[in-house]
Nanobody, 118 residues
Framework: QVQLVESGGGSVQAGGSLRLSCTAP????????VAWYRQAAGKQREWVSS???????RYADSVKGRFTISKDTVKDTVYLQMNSLKPEDTAMYSC????????????WGQGTQVSVSS
């Protein structure tokens, strides 16, 4: 079964921008906290950013000032706006629920590839 669905990845040159989207086919995603993770080839998965149920946000130091996490409750979508992209941002990006008051904890998407060339 598909738990979450990511979209918006692609190939861009350094300095470019992408906006990733995360949706849930079977439940109201924006009732949950959501985190973005990334995993580069040959490396450990790392946490990138989180948005809490009521809107609080956090960022990894490596992306702070360049990435913005947000949500649209009407579209029931969580976004990751990525600006000033660097080759080091190249990775598979996945979203995951953080349950909290939401019924759906630790649900993952399949991932969307982001490739940044120098």
């Amino acid at each position: 079964q598909v738990q979450l669905v990511e979209s918006g990845g692609g190939s861009v040159q350094a300095g470019g921008s992408l906006r990733l989207s995360c949706t849930a086919p079977a439940f109201t995603l924006t009732n949950c906290g959501v985190a973005w993770y990334r995993q580069a080839a040959g490396k450990q998965r790392e946490w990138v950013s989180s948005i809490e149920t009521y809107g609080g946000t956090r960022y990894a130091d490596s992306v702070k000032g360049r990435f913005t996490i947000s949500k649209d409750t009407v579209k029931d979508t969580v976004y990751l706006q990525m600006n000033s992209l660097k080759p080091e941002d190249t990775a598979m990006y996945s979203c995951k629920t953080n349950g909290g008051t939401c019924h759906y904890d630790n649900y993952w998407g399949q991932g969307t590839q982001v490739s940044v060339s120098s």
